[in-house]
Nanobody, 124 residues
Framework: QVQLAESGGRLVQAGDSLRLSCAAS????????RGWFRQAPGKEREFVAA????????IYADSVKGRFSISRENAKNMVYLQMNSLKPDDTAVYYC?????????????????WGQGTQVTVSS
C-alpha cells in the first residue's frame, strides 16, 4: 500500500521561507511523477507544482512560479517543496501526491495517491 507523509508545515510570517517534505513508503514510487497541491479553507484543492521521475521536468502554478521550487531525491523516496517569499494567500493545507502520467500534469485526477497534508499558515 502506498503511503505518503508530508511534514514541515507551520506558522510563518509573510516574506519567510519554508520547505515541505514528503516521504513515500514504496521504493517503486521513484519512477512516478510527484506533485504538490494545496487547499485553503472554503476552496477547492488546487495544483501547486509537479516533477517528473528524474527531476528533469517541472511545472508550476502561475501563482507560485518564481517563488516555489519542487525537487526530489529518489534514493530516499523524498519530494520537497521549497517555498520562498510566502504570502498570506499561500495559507492552506499542502498535500503531496503520486501521479500516473509520464510527464507531470496539473490535473488532480492524474494523482491517485495522496498524503494527509500539512498545514501552512502565513501571517501578514
Amino acid at each position: 500500500q502506498v503511503q505518503l507523509a508530508e511534514s514541515g508545515g507551520r506558522l510563518v510570517q509573510a516574506g519567510d521561507s519554508l520547505r515541505l517534505s514528503c516521504a513515500a513508503s514504496y521504493h517503486t514510487l521513484k519512477s512516478y511523477t510527484r506533485g504538490w497541491f494545496r487547499q485553503a479553507p472554503g476552496k477547492e484543492r488546487e495544483f501547486v507544482a509537479a516533477i517528473n521521475w528524474n527531476g528533469g521536468l517541472t511545472i508550476y502554478a502561475d501563482s507560485v512560479k518564481g517563488r516555489f521550487s519542487i525537487s526530489r531525491e529518489n534514493a530516499k523516496n523524498m519530494v520537497y517543496l521549497q517555498m520562498n517569499s510566502l504570502k498570506p494567500d499561500d495559507t492552506a493545507v499542502y498535500y503531496c501526491a503520486v501521479g500516473v502520467k509520464v510527464v507531470p500534469t496539473a490535473v488532480l485526477n492524474d494523482y491517485p495517491f495522496w498524503g494527509q497534508g500539512t498545514q501552512v499558515t502565513v501571517s501578514s
